[in-house]
């Protein structure tokens, strides 16, 4: 039983454009949500982290929206490029480290 | 820093062989986690250990999986037998306490069992 459940499966975006990845948890205890992104023939990369106590987290072109009473939070992906081209995770943690992830979404930015 | 370190990248073995993937963490990273990935199950967490010490194992989908983490700097994922549903890439990642960084992943191991 997946913990994190993510969408959408795939996407593709235009160069510039804004790419949107939502994911939602049940568990309460998790209090820490990070997003990975992931190339082919790599492991998985951190990308950007949030607490429960954020409601939103920017760093570059790329935003993390939570809602904590929802149990939602979101990745946000501004004027999309080529190099963005990846899968991404979002996860989360409880206290006790342990990483649940979600199946992921495949980015493809065309030109 | 190296990061964590994986070897083999790739392995090729016939199903009924024993297999061992090797990991060697970040030093000073107390957490380590074994990681299999898929394309129809996606990133499924084996094991993991704190301290060297396994924590939850409950990820490990049969008794012919075991892992071991004799010191801080290596640990080992084996399989014994193999079998085709083995075929997988496998990760390792490793953490420090308290680090608001999350896990640091290997390249992984691209392992076929035919």
């Known amino acids: 039983q997946q913990q994190v459940k993510q969408s959408p499966q795939s996407l593709i975006v235009q160069k510039g454009g804004i790419s949107i990845i939502n994911c939602a948890y049940e568990?309460?205890?998790?209090?820490?949500f990070p997003w990975y992104q992931q190339f082919p023939g790599k492991g998985p990369a951190l990308l950007i982290a949030i607490r429960p106590d954020v409601s939103e987290k920017k760093e570059g072109r790329f935003t993390i929206s939570f809602n904590k009473s929802a149990k939602q939070f979101s990745l946000h992906i501004m004027d999309s490029q080529p190099g963005d081209s990846a899968t991404y995770f979002c996860?989360?943690?409880?206290?006790?480290?342990?990483?649940?992830f979600g199946a992921g979404t495949q980015v493809v930015v065309t030109p | 820093d190296a990061g964590v370190i994986q070897s083999p990248r790739h392995e090729v073995t016939e199903m009924g062989q024993e297999v061992t993937l090797r990991c060697k963490p970040i030093?000073?990273?107390?957490?380590l986690f074994w990681y299999r990935q898929t394309m129809m199950r996606g990133l499924e967490l084996l094991i993991y250990?704190?301290?060297?010490?396994?924590?939850?194992d409950s990820g490990m989908p049969e008794d012919r999986f075991s892992a071991k983490m004799p010191n801080a700097s290596f640990s080992t994922l084996k399989i014994q037998p193999s079998e085709p549903r083995d075929s997988a890439v496998y990760f390792c990642?490793?953490?420090?306490?308290?680090?608001?960084?999350?896990?640091?992943f290997g390249s992984g191991t691209r392992l076929t069992v035919v």
């Open positions: 250990f704190n301290n060297n010490v396994p924590i939850d």
């Open positions: 990642a490793s953490k420090k306490t308290g680090s608001f960084y999350g896990y640091t």
């Open positions: 996860a989360a943690t409880d206290s006790w480290g342990k990483l649940q």
């Open positions: 030093s000073g990273h107390d957490y």
């Open positions: 568990n309460t205890a998790f209090d820490y």
